[in-house]
């Protein structure tokens, strides 16, 4: 788990890097803090009932951002955009797609009530998340 923490860690700094090259400072969204904290809870709650929890919420959040990137995708390929932005996305998109095909492999087959309530409500917290980040 510290492995595969420390190696998604590592691409998600990347991808961060990349992606504030193309967002000026005042255009960053107000809500960093708040995405922090959640984005803490949304680690470490799962991980109070084991490592299969956390890959399955981890499979969940990458779904989520694999069609989010998709969506970002779609627009440039059907308006246009900046020189250069989409192939910047397309390899996020596919580094997200590995995170979420290789946890959802660790995650394996656990099905209960419980974890289908929880990435249900981690899957309509990002959708929540976006919404807000495109406002504030
Ligand atoms: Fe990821």
Request: with cysteine.
């Amino acid at each position: 788990m510290l492995a595969f923490a420390q190696s998604h860690r590592k691409t998600e700094a990347e991808h961060l890097a990349l992606i504030e090259q193309w967002l000026p400072p005042d255009r960053q969204s107000l809500l960093l803090g708040p995405w922090r904290l959640a984005g803490l809870l949304t680690g470490a709650l799962p991980a109070l009932f084991g490592r299969r929890a956390m890959y399955k919420t981890i499979a969940t959040v990458e779904t989520f951002v694999d069609k989010h990137y998709q969506q970002q995708v779609d627009y440039l390929m059907n308006l246009g955009g900046p020189e250069g932005l989409l192939p910047v996305l397309l390899r996020c998109q596919a580094d997200e797609q590995h995170h979420r095909d290789q946890a959802a492999a660790l995650g394996g087959d656990l099905s209960n009530r419980f974890i289908h309530m929880w990435c249900w409500t981690v899957s309509f917290g990002s959708k929540v998340a976006v919404a807000l980040a495109r406002r504030l």
